[in-house]
């Protein structure tokens, strides 16, 4: 197999799983039974599924998905807003950022841009989720392996999955990633988020992954957001 570049994108598209022949990373969220929830998750997936990033490419999250809109399809559903939890078009698709955020962070891709939720959403832990709002916020992260990489990813049985496919490099590390509640009062949470490569055992690198300060207002209810 060789390098995908750009003029082989349909090509490396064309071949399947033998372009992407290895799994480097999967992750998993749990989400509720709630039809126009669903319905906006499922959307927002069916948009990423199978996309294709080529060695250098940046993926941007509102640029694939695109607005949410009605005519689109979306449904309202609870977001955050203003320090509040109202009623929202396309409410609920932070699960699916949030998501591929961790499946990406366990890849050892590039975040370049990142922004936490107001409140700990309740399918993560602190640090470990990804909000946007379209021309506002985005999730961004660059492929920064030396192979393309496919994103697959599946909506269904309460359980919103996200695969990332592509082909293991000569020195490939063992990833794990971890969040700290740095700090808790009445009224805030801190937290950092941190990504460790080892080789053989050994630690090789531990950074911190949050782009700025991640600070969320403390709630005393949950809210799928």
Not at 37 to 50: D, P
Not at 69 to 75: L, M, N, V
Not at 121 to 149: E, M
Not at 200 to 213: A, D, H, L, R
């Amino acid at each position: 197999l060789h390098l995908c570049d750009r003029r082989q994108r349909q090509m490396c598209i064309r071949a399947g799983v033998e372009a992407f022949p290895d799994l480097l990373a999967t992750f998993s969220t749990k989400y509720s039974s709630n039809k126009d929830r669903t319905t906006n998750l499922r959307l927002a997936a069916h948009k990423i599924n199978g996309h294709v990033l080529l060695p250098g490419e940046t993926f941007s999250y509102n640029k694939v998905v695109g607005e949410r809109t009605i005519a689109a399809g979306y449904k309202e559903a609870a977001v955050y807003q203003n320090g509040e939890v109202v009623q929202g078009l396309g409410g609920g698709i932070c699960q699916i950022s949030s998501t591929l955020f961790n499946a990406v962070l366990l890849s050892n891709l590039e975040i370049v841009e990142l922004h936490n939720h107001q409140f700990v959403p309740s399918y993560v832990t602190a640090g470990r989720d990804a909000t946007v709002v379209y021309g506002v916020k985005d999730f961004k992260f660059k492929n920064s392996r030396k192979y393309a990489i496919k994103i697959n990813c599946s909506v269904s049985g309460g359980v919103a999955t996200f695969n990332i496919w592509g082909k293991k490099q000569d020195t490939e590390y063992d990833v794990s990633v971890y969040a700290k509640v740095n700090s808790k009062t009445s009224t805030a949470i801190k937290s950092s988020t941190y990504r460790t490569l080892k080789l053989n055992g050994n630690v090789v690198k531990t950074e911190n992954m949050q782009i700025s300060p991640t600070k969320y207002i403390k709630k005393n209810h949950k809210n799928d957001m």
